[in-house]
């Protein structure tokens, strides 16, 4: 696999991944309350439970992205 192959799947895939952090994100920024009600159907949880689980879940997310496509993206371009 050629750099250049490396630079493009890295930068692709921090777009991707940011663009499914967003759908996560977003929703839960502005329907909250839609949202716990429907996970209320499926799962018991308190509105705390609900809010701790979705921040722990964007922020693992995000240091994941950060550390397996960024960080690499960033030394690829860097080592050109």
């Known amino acids: 696999m050629s750099m250049e192959i490396a630079r493009g799947f890295f930068l692709w895939c921090s777009v991707i ?25 499926f799962f018991r949880v308190s509105a705390e439970q609900f809010d701790m689980l979705n921040l ?14 960024i960080v690499p993206c960033v030394a690829l371009y860097l080592v050109r």
């Open 17 to 41: 991944n940011y663009v499914i952090l967003l759908i996560w994100a977003l929703p839960f920024m502005f329907w909250r309350d839609g949202l716990y009600r429907l996970w209320c159907r």
């Open 56 to 69: 722990g879940g964007i922020s693992i997310y995000k240091i994941g992205v950060l550390l397996f496509n």
